[in-house]
Nanobody, 129 residues
Framework: QVQVVESGGGLVQAGGSLKLSCTAS???????????MGWFRQPPGQRREGISC????????VYADSVKGRFTISRDNDKNTLYLQMNDLKPDDTAMYFC???????????????????WGQGTQVTVSS
């Protein structure tokens, strides 16, 4: 069983920055590096979308066009924690942000929602204009 909990959301003005964290709790013998990780978001009234993912080792990352160049995903496997550094935030970035884990030892990662195995409850990010 894997539980993931997001934190770091809040209210920020356009152009500002936030850093989200996602901490995983795992039942032995599972380990954080058994999982690729992803960040997803769901704006008000819209479908959830994948915005970034990172392979189990951290060597490979993927970004949606909407966040490329502004957001940076990273992970610390020793701390069982996933991060999302968000810079130059825009009002369109307002959403509930979720982290998700996918059992995978592949070299890449996946932004397909249906392929993720575990989800957090989300953290709200609101960007004011």
């Amino acid at each position: 069983q894997v539980q993931v909990v997001e934190s770091g959301g809040g209210l920020v003005q356009a152009g500002g920055s936030l850093k989200l964290s996602c901490t995983a709790s795992l039942s032995s013998p599972m380990a954080f590096d058994d999982y690729a990780m992803g960040w997803f978001r769901q704006p008000p009234g819209q479908r959830r979308e994948g915005i970034s993912c990172i392979s189990w080792s951290g060597a490979n990352t993927v970004y949606a066009d909407s966040v490329k160049g502004r957001f940076t995903i990273s992970r610390d496997n020793d701390k069982n924690t996933l991060y999302l550094q968000m810079n130059d935030l825009k009002p369109d970035d307002t959403a509930m942000y979720f982290c998700a884990a996918q059992a995978s030892n592949g070299i890449s990662c996946d932004l397909e929602e249906a392929r993720m195995d575990y989800w957090g409850q989300g953290t709200q990010v609101t960007v004011s204009s």
